[in-house]
């Protein structure tokens, strides 16, 4: 038996910057998962996973993550996506730099 769809969102890391990236439904790459394309469809999915892949001048690593609809978007479901939002593990780069700065 297989197994039921989960929703999802396309993800990858920036070619050149190395960020986290969400593919939206306007087909640009945004840093907030908030703001990503929320996929509820199998086929779909798979249709934006093939288009991300068709950008390796843009993006390295696309897969599906796995994604619940929050209040204000998807949201991440496992332990991994939850920590890719949260930008790098040392302090002082990216997402995390700038939410020191508004400390």
């Known amino acids: 038996m297989s197994r039921k769809f989960t929703p999802k969102v396309v ?3 920036d070619l050149l910057e190395g960020d986290v990236i969400y593919l ?3 087909d640009r ?3 907030d998962m908030k703001q990503a394309e929320f ?3 199998e086929a779909h999915a798979q249709i934006r996973l093939l288009h ?3 950008q390796p001048d843009v993006v390295v690593g696309a897969y599906l993550a796995d994604a619940a609809l929050g209040d204000d978007g998807p949201e991440p479901t496992h332990f991994r996506e939850t920590f890719r939002t949260r930008g ?4 002082a780069h990216g997402k995390q730099e700038k939410q020191a700065e508004n400390v």
Do not use: F, H, K, L
Not at 88 to 91: I, L
């Open 29 to 31: 790459w945004v840093r």
């Open 24 to 26: 939206a439904a306007d």
């Open 52 to 54: 991300a892949e068709q």
């Open 88 to 91: 790098p593990s040392n302090y």
């Open 11 to 13: 993800t990858a890391n």
């Open 39 to 41: 996929i509820e469809d």
